[in-house]
């Protein structure tokens, strides 16, 4: 497997920052088979681009995948956030920017704006989510759904509950959570994330 696979943060977030660099990953629609994939010794000995693992986008967490044996390795929410940060740049480079916001819901939170369009979340030092709205990001989950699939896309490969909130046309499947531009099956969606994100409703 050579290739595989998130309403305006201005809305959502506090604290938007730089615009960070694009990753180049192919969406697939093949969910990769779950084995152990080795991290570096040291995240500044990082892979060459053609050896760099893949980012998947998943619900509760994200997955390192292997592109040449298509093993992955997953990066639960609960993780330390030295541990993440460091997995993350392996497929992603440094984090174009870290911040916090003290006025989130669920309590002051911290974060990290990964090149590539994925902002993840950290409380007390833990991870606890991930988000992008970033139209211009490849990354989607292992089913290839992501920021600009289709809400027939959605439909077709989770069982989503779809209704109207504070932030729009928003949908929920099992712990992925996200927003559509519109209620047709060829609205797209604009926001996707997992976990505990800063929204403000």
Do not use: H
């Not at 619900?59 to 609960?78: H, T, Y």
């Amino acid at each position: 497997m050579r290739n595989a696979f998130l309403v305006s943060t201005c809305l959502l977030l506090v604290a938007c920052g730089s615009e960070p660099a694009n990753v180049t990953v192919e969406p697939s629609n093949t969910v990769a088979e779950q084995a152990e994939v080795p991290l570096a010794n040291n995240a500044t000995e990082a892979p060459a681009p053609d050896n760099r693992p893949l980012l998947n986008l998943a619900p509760g967490a994200l997955s390192l995948v292997d592109p040449n044996s298509g093993r992955s390795r997953e990066l639960a929410f609960g993780l330390d956030r030295a541990t993440l940060e460091n997995a993350l740049e392996l497929a992603l480079g440094k984090p174009a920017e870290r911040g916090s916001n003290r006025e989130c819901g669920e309590g002051a939170m911290d974060f990290a704006r990964m090149p590539g369009g994925l902002l993840v979340w950290f409380q007390e030092g833990k991870f606890v989510g991930w988000f992008t709205d970033d139209s211009a990001t490849k990354l989607t989950t292992a089913s290839g759904v992501g920021i600009g699939s289709t809400r027939k896309d959605l439909t077709g490969a989770y069982t989503a509950e779809i209704s109207e909130s504070s932030l729009g046309e928003e949908f929920t499947a099992g712990e992925l959570s996200g927003l559509l531009s519109g209620s047709g099956p060829a609205a797209k969606i604009t926001a996707i994330w997992s976990g505990q994100v800063c929204n403000f409703r």
